[in-house]
């Protein structure tokens, strides 16, 4: 029962944090990173995909409503496409504890 709550909780920094760096002088919504890794774990409830390892120091894909989630070769699929270690590659914004605030996650390859 302890991890949906660290994972919402991890959710909700990620997301305060994507709102707050546009207003504080953080980086901007123009600097976006991409990162490709293999899924550890995925919380369909709290939106969050956790990584088996951290890549250029993302652990934690948040998705927020404006996520899309497509196929390789460029079907629009969802989160039931995104299973451990199913390797995926996400764009996004930085957020805050190690979490990727994704625009978009594009499935490479499926276990």
């Given at each position: 029962?302890?991890r949906?709550?660290?994972?919402?909780?991890?959710?909700?920094?990620?997301?305060?944090s994507?709102?707050?760096?546009a207003?504080?002088?953080?980086e901007?919504p123009?600097?976006?990173?991409?990162i490709?890794?293999?899924?550890m774990?995925?919380?369909?409830?709290?939106?969050i995909?956790l990584l088996?390892?951290p890549?250029n120091g993302?652990?934690?894909?948040?998705l927020?409503e404006?996520?899309?989630?497509?196929?390789?070769?460029?079907?629009?699929?969802?989160?039931?496409?995104?299973?451990?270690?199913?390797t995926?590659?996400?764009?996004g914004?930085?957020?805050?504890?190690?979490?990727?605030i994704?625009?978009?996650?594009?499935v490479l390859?499926?276990?």
């Amino acid at each position: 029962m302890i991890r949906p709550l660290l994972l919402m909780l991890l959710l909700c920094l990620a997301l305060t944090s994507a709102v707050g760096c546009a207003g504080n002088g953080g980086e901007s919504p123009d600097s976006a990173e991409t990162i490709t890794g293999t899924v550890m774990e995925v919380s369909p409830s709290a939106q969050i995909i956790l990584l088996t390892a951290p890549q250029n120091g993302f652990d934690t894909i948040a998705l927020t409503e404006e996520t899309t989630i497509m196929l390789e070769d460029g079907t629009t699929t969802d989160l039931t496409a995104v299973r451990p270690e199913t390797t995926i590659q996400a764009s996004g914004a930085a957020g805050e504890s190690n979490a990727l605030i994704a625009d978009e996650i594009v499935v490479l390859t499926q276990p």
